[in-house]
Structures are given as structure tokens and as C-alpha cells.
């Protein structure tokens, strides 16, 4: 399948035009990212929100062009809002130094983290924390919990990065 015949396809809504886009275009849109960020993970997570910007703003795309120009601006827009975000809140340098095992400043911070977790997770609808336990905790692979759930594989992928987001925002938040 073409890239133009797989963006008519995409903006009918079909999720099988997306996995093949993502089948064909993920790899060079993560090494771009990588090549801005320079970190992997970040950028394997700039270009999974990438491809759920697309699906979600599928109907606007002009299938006369080609699909990597939209995919490498919005990739390079998420790594640039990345990129500002670090430096309004840069990391700390060097590691921190571990506090002793057993110390009760020790014990305080894993009880309060735990708690943190668990309300976060308490916040989530019951169909989020369903498909993330079924993903972390059972370690089911996506394909098996789209079949359980009755969703395609990119959706129960796009739900994950946007639970795992949902739950990091939080946790920053609260912090």
C-alpha cells in the first residue's frame, strides 16, 4: 500500500492504514527524534504521540501529499515543546545520594510514593485500569488485550501512552 492510499484510507478511519504507516514510517521518525532529543526513550514517546495527533487529526490531512512531511513537523514540533519543557524545568545534576536502607526518611518516601501510585491509579476510569493492569501487571501483550477489549491494537497502544502520560502528569503534579 502506498502512503497516499493509506492517508485516503486513514481519514475514512481506518485503523488498519495506520499500522501500516506506523509499520513503515516509526523507526526513521524515532531516529529523527532521537537526533533532536537525544534520548531514545523521550523520542520513541514523541513519535507515539506523533502518530495519535495524526489519527486525531486525520480528516484534515491532503492525501496529494505525502505523508512523512506531516509526520516529521509534528514529530519535530513535539521534540521542540520538549526540548522548552526541559529547560523551564531542567533535572537536577549528578545523582542524588540514596538515603539508607531501613532509614525512616527511607520508609516515609516509599509509603508516600505508593500512595501517590495508588491514587493515581484510583483516578483512572475502570476500562484505563483495566487495560493497563492487564498490560503491566499480566504482562498480556496489546494484540491479546485489543482482542479482550474489542479494540484495534493502535488503539490499545495510543490508550496506554496516554494513561502512562496521564499518570506521569499527575505524579508531577502532585510533587
Known amino acids: 500500500m502506498e502512503d497516499r492510499e493509506a492517508v485516503v484510507l486513514l481519514k475514512a478511519g481506518s485503523t488498519d492504514a495506520l499500522e501500516k504507516l506506523i509499520e513503515c514510517w516509526r523507526s526513521r521518525a524515532e531516529a529523527y527524534a532521537d537526533g533532536i532529543l537525544h534520548d531514545p526513550h523521550a523520542a520513541q514517546d514523541a513519535v507515539q504521540e506523533a502518530f495519535s495527533r495524526i489519527w486525531a487529526l486525520r480528516t484534515g490531512l491532503d492525501e496529494r501529499f505525502g505523508f512523512s512531511p506531516y509526520l516529521f513537523t509534528i514529530v519535530r514540533r513535539i521534540c521542540i515543546d520538549e526540548l522548552r519543557r526541559r529547560k523551564r524545568r531542567p533535572d537536577l545534576p549528578g545523582d542524588l545520594p540514596d538515603l539508607p536502607e531501613g532509614s525512616a526518611e527511607a520508609d516515609y518516601i516509599e509509603r508516600w510514593e505508593r500512595l501517590r501510585r495508588m491514587q493515581a491509579l484510583g483516578e483512572l476510569d475502570e476500562r484505563d485500569r483495566k487495560l493497563l493492569l492487564a498490560f503491566s501487571l499480566e504482562g498480556k501483550p496489546t494484540k491479546q488485550i485489543a482482542g479482550e477489549m474489542g479494540l484495534s491494537d493502535v488503539q ?12 506521569k502528569k499527575g505524579m508531577n503534579d502532585d510533587a
Open 156 to 167: 490499545v497502544r495510543v490508550r496506554l501512552h496516554r494513561i502512562r502520560r496521564k499518570l
